[in-house]
């Protein structure tokens, strides 16, 4: 029978949450990597069992994770423990090091600080993992100071793909208030070489060549805040969204306004229509239909919370502009929670499910494409991200 | 044997229970104890010290012998009681936040 895992990041930990096809009764595990902040977990398309967790701390940096079994059991890749000099292979799991090479890294070495002078890029964590869609080996990572890595030996060993910090317009790469991170990272399922990344606040690249080179694809934002609210670069981008039989199709959750494109991010239009408030984090897009869009309004840049007190998705079935409020099973009065960007999945079962977790510590969970939600959990520490395997 | 207590958290990292001993070859500073606790439990690298640069992750803090040895060089003889093992040398992570 089917049955899906739901991948939970919190600020204390790790969690995953288990249920058969008709999700409505939930087994939860966790912690794992307790007191750690996971900002990110995934598991491989190509082997479900093989999952990858991002473990970081203020005290002790950054760990990389894997499990073999669907997360019953884990190790830092390469990390084992030596009994002797030369015994086993040395631990890289956590090293992530920028690339300043001069034929591929351009020494690249500031960008853009807060006050407009020129600052050291430093590697701080990682914000997200995107293992690929055919090789369980294969792995990327954005990271803050922003930069994209990959790893071809199941995360022992990471390189920096330099030609996106290289590209030319890195040293005007500004941090926005969570950091300079890359977080969101989409591998077109139709065609492996071409890459979307998106960067807060730089803005949204493609690459059309496996990551060696890269663009911005930034035209037709518009964000309030910068002195030239059109510029190439300098955008807010929160988070980007795809569907695997449209991969041209891409919607956009920017720091203010939803915003749609039809030719692979090189032209966006905004889409943002009846929405009570444009500003959010999350965007998904509906697992059989690719202009089914779900974002969850956020009231504004100053007050990262819910608006009305309310707890309502946002449901579009026309590709945005007309959205309506879904609101049965979520809280409709003294809600104050979060939604950060990682935080919102869909499976892949029929009809689709839909998750999202909010920095109060509840996972909800739709098993009927938005229409009524329930809590699998409620007391979690702050979820940070949530991503969902549809299991055979 | 050079006697480590690391905090809760590298412990779990490491898969270790209580203080750790390890054999450090040769002059006993703060470098070699840590190059040998890297190399006998890898998971570590980059956890105390900066993997290019070696520099001290900046919420940790180094004692032995009731005395803070955070700021001596990382090539500074350790106090004789950490080379015969009388005593621990500790990492400790400051208390902030959390």
Same mark, same amino acid.
């Given at each position: ?171 005007? #790469? ?148 007309? #959205? ?11 809600? $104050? ?17 839909? $998750? ?7 996972? $909800? ?7 009524? #939600? ?19 | ?98």
């Amino acid at each position: 029978m089917s049955g899906v895992r739901v991948l939970v990041g919190t600020r204390k930990g790790a969690f995953v949450l288990t249920a058969d096809g008709k999700r409505t009764r939930w087994d939860v595990s966790g912690p794992q990597f307790a007191g750690w902040e996971v900002y990110h977990m995934k598991g491989s398309p190509a082997d479900p069992n093989r999952l990858y967790a991002s473990q970081s701390s203020g005290w002790f940096g950054q760990v990389i994770q894997r499990s073999c079994d669907g997360g019953k059991t884990w190790e830092a890749p390469g990390g084992g423990i030596t009994t002797a000099p030369g015994g086993m292979p040395a631990g890289e799991s956590n090293k992530f090091v920028y690339d300043t090479t001069a034929g591929t890294g351009k020494p690249l070495t500031t960008h853009q600080w807060y006050d407009g002078t020129q600052h050291p890029w430093e590697f701080k964590r990682v914000w997200h993992l995107e293992p690929s869609l055919a090789d369980p080996d294969t792995v990327y990572a954005g990271v803050e100071d922003a930069a994209l890595f990959r790893s071809t030996d199941g995360a022992k060993t990471w390189q920096e793909l330099a030609g996106l910090r290289g590209h030319g317009t890195g040293p005007q #790469w500004q941090p926005g208030a969570g950091g300079m991170c890359l977080h969101t990272i989409l591998v077109d399922p139709t065609n492996p070489r071409r890459i979307y990344v998106a960067i807060s606040a730089a803005g949204a690249f493609r690459s059309d060549d496996a990551g060696q080179t890269w663009k911005p694809i930034n035209r037709g934002l518009h964000s309030q805040f910068l002195p030239y609210p059109t510029a190439e670069i300098g955008h807010c981008v929160h988070r980007l969204a795809l569907h695997r039989s449209r991969p041209g199709l891409l919607f956009m959750q920017k720091h203010w306004d939803v915003m749609r494109s039809d030719d692979a991010g090189d032209s966006w239009r905004e889409v943002s229509g009846n929405l009570p408030t444009d500003f959010g984090f999350v965007i998904d897009v509906h697992a059989h239909e690719p202009e089914t869009v779900y974002v969850l309004p956020i009231k504004s840049d100053a007050e990262h919370f819910v608006p009305e007190g309310k707890l309502r998705v946002y449901r579009s079935k026309r590709g945005g502009t007309e #959205w309506e409020a879904l609101t049965k099973g979520l809280p409709q009065r003294d809600c $104050y929670v979060n939604v950060l960007r990682d935080a919102m999945a869909v499976d892949a079962l029929d009809p689709c499910g839909v $998750y999202f977790g909010t920095t109060g510590g509840q996972v $909800y969970a739709s098993a009927d494409a938005g229409d009524s #939600w329930a809590p699998i959990v409620r007391d979690l520490p702050a979820v940070l991200s949530v991503e969902v395997q549809t299991l055979a | 044997m050079i006697r480590v207590v690391l905090p809760p958290h590298l412990r779990t990292l490491a898969r270790l229970t209580g203080e750790l001993q390890l054999d450090v070859p040769g002059p006993v500073t703060r470098a070699t104890i840590l190059d040998a606790l890297e190399a006998r439990y890898p998971m570590l690298r980059g956890t105390i010290r900066d993997h290019v640069t070696a520099q001290r992750r900046p919420f940790l803090r180094f004692f032995a012998c009731e005395r803070d040895l955070t700021h001596e060089p990382a090539d500074a003889p350790l106090p004789e009681a950490v080379v015969s093992g009388a005593e621990p040398f500790l990492v400790i992570g400051a208390i902030a936040g959390g």
